[in-house]
């Protein structure tokens, strides 16, 4: 079955390759994601380009290498992290906290994994987060500069690098302790998705989830700690009971939402891959956390559309895909997010998602008896 899922996974990086990729600004030995297909001028010249998907591009390249290494590929991942810091004006960081950590994430991995090492790229986002702690204020790392939001999306993903990255366990730690404190739903055990001046904001989102699943997984693995394994134990079994009906990730629509199911999978076969121990409940969350992403997987493959030879997947999982078009509004970028286009799946995240989703079902098949 892993070579069914590798078959998919190959299918799904062909079409965003042929797709989206493509020179930023016709310059030589570059490639970013064009974030809408089909895509207009400003889209092609990369008036807009969105950071953060642009770090989970590089993520879903590096699966890829993973699964299939490749010369040409690892010249891709190269070309999309040049890309991405002359895009941001020869930087790496930015006012968003979520943004840097998504982007660490992709730059440790593609270092550690496949050899692509941006040897100044790293220490400096690691100080962003490390400087970024405001336990005096409630926190947490905030959203954004400036701000007193602390929210998951920025302190899940910005913990998992952490933890990931030499000599920073400890704060990884009091990140993950500060989250099953303060953003824990006492009745369903999800994941709320922050804390702005003393208050909660109650929503719950599938990828908040998916990042606290991912922290405490590393840290399980890390530390030896007994506190971490439960925590995963009660929130797999939270997302499959709230947020897998019929057992598929729901769905956010396109824009930044079209990233939330794909990055939900990914942590989750974190957890059927990596989550140590062997006492049952240890079983049962790898069990569950394989069967939502193989289910999630069969389903979006399932509803897809084909073009040219080539998925489009929806933006919910559980219905048919709609072929984009030209025509209606485009995905645009509204009070720090981006809203979706008329038609969800013309946007890059989208397709990215999908994608993800696969290269998620292959590496869970490939290690277990699925």
């Not at 930015?94 to 840097?100: A, C, H, V």
């Not at 899940?156 to 990255?165: H, V």
């Not at 409940?281 to 999630?296: G, M």
């Amino acid at each position: 079955m892993d070579q069914v899922w590798a078959n998919r996974a190959a299918s799904s990086e062909a079409a965003v390759t042929q797709r989206n990729l493509t020179r930023l600004w016709g310059l030589p030995a570059t490639q970013l994601g064009v974030v809408a297909w089909p895509s207009n001028r400003q889209d092609r010249l990369f008036g807009t380009w969105h950071y953060w998907w642009q770090a989970h591009l590089l993520d879903c390249l590096i699966d890829a290498q993973l699964r299939d290494p490749q010369p040409e590929r690892h010249t891709r991942i190269n070309r999309q992290v040049r890309s991405h810091r002359l895009r941001n004006n020869l930087r790496w960081t930015n006012s968003y906290y979520d943004d840097m950590a998504w982007l660490a994430l992709a730059l440790e991995r593609a270092a550690r994994l496949v050899g692509v090492e941006r040897s100044r790229a790293l220490p400096k986002l690691a100080r962003q987060f490390v400087n970024a702690w405001m336990p005096e204020h409630g926190g947490g790392i905030p959203w954004r500069k400036q701000d007193r939001f602390f929210n998951a999306p920025a302190n899940g993903p910005a913990g998992i690098f952490l933890a990931r990255y030499e000599g920073h366990l400890r704060r990884a730690q009091q990140l993950a302790d500060w989250i099953d404190e303060t953003l824990i739903d006492p009745d369903n055990h999800l994941v709320f998705d922050g804390i702005k001046e003393g208050s909660l904001v109650r929503a719950q989102y599938t990828y908040c989830q998916g990042v606290v699943l991912g922290l405490e997984t590393e840290l399980a693995k890390r530390t030896h700690d007994d506190r971490h394994r439960p925590r995963v134990h009660r929130l797999v079994a939270a997302v499959d009971n709230e947020m897998a009906p019929a057992g598929v990730l729901r769905g956010a629509g396109g824009g930044d939402g079209g990233l939330f199911a794909g990055i939900t999978a990914r942590y989750l076969a974190l957890v059927a891959t990596d989550l140590p121990g062997d006492a049952a409940e240890d079983v049962a969350a790898r069990d569950t956390a394989a069967k939502i992403v193989l289910s999630s997987a069969k389903s979006a493959w399932e509803n897809r559309q084909t073009v040219d030879g080539l998925p489009v997947f929806g933006a919910f999982w559980d219905r048919d895909a709609e072929i984009p078009v030209a025509a209606g509004k485009e995905a645009q970028f509204v009070a720090g997010a981006v809203n979706s286009s008329e038609i969800p799946e013309r946007d890059l995240s989208v397709q990215l998602s999908g994608w993800m989703l696969m290269e998620a079902a292959h590496s869970v098949a490939s290690v277990g008896k699925h």
